[in-house]
């Protein structure tokens, strides 16, 4: 399915770098219906979204009434901590029509504020943990409507199915999140009456989900910070990421990220609007693309699309999936500009959910001349080589088992491990290395090999 969406997307859509967006996928498709096994995805700005299939329309941390502080004249007053904090229930109804389900990530305001107003005049089941389902208890939402989630479960709705992914909330305050005395942190109590106080709205907990629907799995992200282990081996096709600048307050945010999930095919920032300032300014202009030139280094196979306000992103079906994933049986797997001159080899074979990666070197794809640099610079190729070919065949570096490094001088053995780890920087595979006399090219100062089993969560 990625490798299909990955062909479908580069096709639809203008490069990474660029930061365009795909024309193809907005104005008209707000309204036209559907094909199975399409998903439309409709930004309702800060972490907020609207997802479907055009079977079942499932909302994500809603927060319509964040427009309401942009007026013409300029922005009103926040909302101080212990003033009355209502939904702007005019916003929310020339927004939202129809909702089946309400996720919530956590408890704070900008994502939990709207959700029980949505919830009694929709009729949508709201999934949070305890502080979510609270809030919405306030606005008299029925526990009938209500489901209470920890994180760990895997609930199936029919229509769609539904991982709750224990996460952790961004590291605001210059990393003094947890103790900051602002009072936003802890749980909500049973017993609330809306409208509440500003105050009232604490996180209680944070939550990641991955949402199946229609054929697409899509990872939600309410805050710029992850578990890391809980991410690993997970395989989105549709990343919603948390992505304004208190990602930076974390190690290597964006790298990690990708590599955890396996470089999915479309990336979409989320949580990085300027909290619906129609004039951001140059600084979150300049932050929005930084976070893309992040996902182009970690990830170059991902694509990015930048949400706009209320305008709709149509995902292909995922029917046309990679034949290589659907067809059973040993499979020879050549990618164009690594594939051998001479058939004496195939560069991976893939058999069931098994991948035999070919020893490769740090030659320059389309060429076949090594890269110049050194052990550092021919190693990095060479990952990147390994890479292409487990894509190819329907892997990830995640699914790697096991690695056997040939070195032609041991010296070189540090170097080539300084850049070999990036590509591992969890859970590593198993390895070998040894000193070789002498490699078929005689540029190559280092190959590799490698072998896959494909996992998924």
Avoid at 73 to 86: F, I, L, T
Avoid at 122 to 136: D, F, K, M, S
Avoid at 200 to 225: F, T, W
Avoid at 392 to 414: I, N, Q, R
Wanted: aromatic share 6%.
């Amino acid at each position: 399915m990625r490798r299909f969406l990955r062909a479908v997307l580069s096709l639809a859509c203008v490069a990474v770098a660029t930061e365009a967006l795909c024309a193809q996928t907005r104005g008209a498709a707000a309204t036209a219906p559907l094909k199975a096994g399409e998903l439309r995805l409709t930004y309702l700005g800060n972490a907020g979204w609207e997802i479907t299939d055009g079977k079942k329309i499932v909302l994500v941390d809603p927060f319509l009434t964040q427009f309401a502080r942009w007026t013409p004249k300029g922005p009103a007053p926040e909302v101080g901590p212990n003033d009355p904090y209502p939904a702007d229930t005019a916003l929310i109804n020339a927004h939202v029509k129809k909702a089946d389900y309400i996720v919530i990530t956590h408890g704070h305001p900008d994502h939990a504020l709207d959700a029980g107003y949505i919830s009694k005049r929709t009729g949508a089941v709201i999934i949070g943990h305890e502080t979510a389902a609270n809030l919405a208890r306030a606005y008299d939402v029925p526990d009938s409507n209500i489901i209470t989630v920890v994180g760990g479960e895997d609930y199936e709705f029919g229509d769609f199915s539904l991982r709750v992914v224990p996460n952790i909330h961004s590291a605001l305050d210059k990393k003094h999140y947890f103790n900051n005395g602002r009072g936003i942190v802890g749980n909500a109590p049973r017993g609330l009456k809306a409208p509440l106080k500003r105050n009232a709205y604490v996180e209680g907990g944070n939550l990641a989900y991955i949402l199946r629907m229609g054929g697409h799995e899509v990872l939600i992200m309410g805050s710029m910070n992850y578990l890391e282990n809980e991410m690993v081996g997970l395989r989105p096709d549709i990343a919603l990421v948390g992505a304004n600048s208190q990602r930076l307050e974390i190690h290597d945010f964006t790298g990690r990220l990708m590599r955890a999930l396996g470089s999915p095919a479309l990336v979409i920032p989320s949580h990085a609007d300027a909290y619906g300032d129609p004039n951001p300014t140059a600084a979150a202009l300049a932050d929005r693309k930084k976070f893309i030139q992040e996902v182009a280094a970690s990830s170059p196979t991902s694509r990015v699309i930048s949400p706009v306000w209320f305008e709709p992103i149509v995902v292909p079906a995922a029917t046309a999936a990679a034949t290589v994933a659907a067809t059973p049986g040993r499979q020879v797997i050549n990618p164009p500009g690594i594939a051998p001159l001479v058939p004496a080899y195939s560069v991976a074979i893939r058999d069931g959910d098994q991948v035999f990666v070919s020893g490769m070197t740090g030659i320059k794809p389309g060429t076949q001349d090594i890269i110049e640099g050194g052990v550092g610079a021919q190693t990095r190729q060479t990952m990147e080589n390994i890479r292409t070919s487990l894509q190819a065949a329907g892997a990830t570096m995640a699914d790697v088992s096991e690695c056997t490094v040939f070195l032609m001088d041991m010296a070189d053995y540090a170097a080539m491990n300084s850049v070999y780890v990036e590509f591992f920087r969890v859970n590593p595979p198993a390895r070998a290395a040894m000193a070789v006399t002498a490699l078929p090219r005689p540029a190559a100062r280092v190959e590799i090999k490698c072998s896959a089993k494909l996992h998924r969560r």
